[in-house]
């Protein structure tokens, strides 16, 4: 038989092995997005220019299978 304490105890168990899946499946999905083409699921070539003139950084990704550009972004130069 289980105790109130117990119930509570198993609940927030069950919560924090759920907050588990739930950032180990963001972090999936955040890595898949980053290094795969979202249309055809082929790796993602990255190149940084880097623009000293203007002081920033321009990452730009392109699919080697659909040639798909990922939008690039900018950093700035710190
Ligand atoms: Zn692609």
Known sequence: MNTKKQINADHSLSLIEEYVRDKKALRTGFLDNHFNCQLCG?????????????????????????????????????
């Open 42 to 78: 082929s790796e993602l070539i990255y190149s940084h220019v880097t623009h000293f003139v203007f002081e920033e950084v321009v990452v730009e990704a392109e699919c080697a299978s659909c040639q798909t550009q990922k939008t690039a972004e900018v950093h700035k130069l710190q």
